[in-house]
Structures are given as C-alpha cells and as structure tokens.
C-alpha cells in the first residue's frame, strides 16, 4: 500500500501561483510514477501532469502545459506540481496518484493509488 497526501491548494487570484506537494509513504517512492489529476464540479477527472520514477521524463496536458511544472524529490518522497500564470478554469480538486507503470500516464485507470485530493479554487 502507498499512502498519498496532497497539500498546498487553497485561494488564488488568476495570474498568480500555488504549489502542491503530495507526500508519500508505505512503500519505495522510486518506484512509482506520479501524476497529478483533478475534478470540476459536474466534470470528468482530467490528467494534468505526470513524472517518471526517477524524473527523467515529464509529460502534461496541453491546457496546463508552459505554466505548471511536475517535480519530485525522492529523498523526500514527495512530487509536487508548480503552478503559475493561473486561470479561472484551472478551480478543481487536484489528485496526486501513483502508478508502477512506466507508460500511458494520462490515463487514471493506470494508477494504483489516491490521495484524497485538495481544493484549488482560482478567482477572477
């Protein structure tokens, strides 16, 4: 089992920024991939970034891509998901989620575990 905690969200303004951390435990860290999701009100879960076991590869939605930045430390067991230039549109739930698949991380049926998520909510 892994556990995941997400923390970081809260209220922004559009233009600024927020960063999220999800830390991990219960098992080795390195060996998962992470992705970040997150859920609208009355919309689907969407993939917004992911990262490899060892960060070398890095991949993110086209909607999020240039403003937020995915990063992990694994000494600290943690990835995080820088996110500026916010928009009205990014106000979600936001997931951090954990896979031991190397590949189609878009896809949240690939991850194995869940954090209980945290509110981003983005002002205009």
């Known amino acids: 089992q892994v556990q995941l905690v997400e923390s970081g969200g809260g209220l922004v303004q559009a233009g600024g920024s927020l960063r999220l951390s999800c830390a991990a435990s219960g098992r080795t860290f390195s060996n998962y991939a992470m992705g970040w999701f997150r859920q609208a009100p009355g919309k689907e879960r969407e993939f917004v970034a992911a990262?490899?076991?060892?960060?070398?590869?890095?991949y993110y939605a086209d909607s999020v891509k240039g403003r937020f930045t995915i990063s992990r430390d694994n000494a600290k067991d943690t990835v995080y998901l820088q996110m500026n230039s916010l928009i009205p549109e990014d106000t979600a739930v936001y997931y951090c989620a954990a896979t031991t698949f190397g590949s189609w991380l878009m896809y949240p049926e690939r991850y194995d575990y869940w954090g209980q998520g945290t509110q981003v909510t983005v002002s205009s």
């Open positions: 990262i490899s076991w060892s960060g070398g590869r890095t």
